[in-house]
């Protein structure tokens, strides 16, 4: 299930060390949910070998793509293999400059071609395939369309979404909405915390799943 990291980018380095010391900072009911959604994950890897999982919200351009690039990320830190990670929504926008740049200053590469939803190209080490991200729906023909594990990152997609269609399994791993802080004197910080506790979760969730 797992094999060696590559050599990330060292501020990406820094930040992924940074909060994989914080995982403390959890709380025990967030903690049961990733353990939950581990061991899931775990048996359907020792089953299948290999397996698709995808992250949705509304309108797949904050925190759906978010978890996709941090998930994808703690797989590669970790040496968890086998795992393919998409994102969605109920309805496609665009991946939100601000998401992006918050992406940005966690020390990932990015690569932003002009567009009204272009594809970015986000890189967590230079010898690696990029994490291809934009906006679309979650049933999109790129997306995985049977057999698949959904994760649920905001109440309204898991609200209107009880079911996923072609879904084998449906989790909701909700995070606030950092838009409300779109163009106040907040905005930086909100974004760079929630992009922080995304990926201090998703961290916490492959460690498990590599320890399995």
Not at 31 to 50: F, I, M, P, R, V
Not at 115 to 143: M, W
Request: with cysteine.
């Amino acid at each position: 299930m797992t094999n060696l990291h590559p050599s990330f980018y060292p501020a990406l380095q820094d930040t992924m060390e940074r909060l994989l010391e914080e995982a403390h900072q959890i709380s025990a009911d967030r903690q049961d949910l990733l353990d939950h959604l581990a061991n899931h994950l775990a048996g359907e890897l020792q089953k299948l070998q290999s397996l698709e999982l995808i992250f949705i919200c509304t309108h797949n351009s904050r925190r759906s793509h978010l978890s996709q690039i941090w998930a994808a990320t703690a797989a590669a830190y970790f040496g968890v293999v086998g795992i393919n990670v998409f994102s969605g929504g109920t309805e496609s926008t665009a991946f939100h400059p601000n998401a992006l740049a918050a992406v940005r200053r966690a020390g990932f590469e990015v690569q932003s071609p002009a567009g009204t939803n272009p594809r970015h190209l986000v890189f967590y080490a230079p010898d690696q395939v990029p994490i291809v991200c934009y906006s679309k729906v979650f049933s999109a023909p790129e997306n995985p369309q049977y057999g698949f594990t959904a994760v649920m990152t905001c109440s309204d997609a898991a609200i209107n979404c009880p079911v996923v269609p072609g879904a084998a399994y449906r989790f909701a791993l909700t995070y606030e909405d950092p838009k409300e802080a779109d163009g106040t004197p907040e905005e930086v910080a909100v974004y760079d915390a929630r992009t922080q506790e995304i990926g201090r979760e998703l961290l916490y969730l492959f460690h498990k799943l590599a320890k399995v």
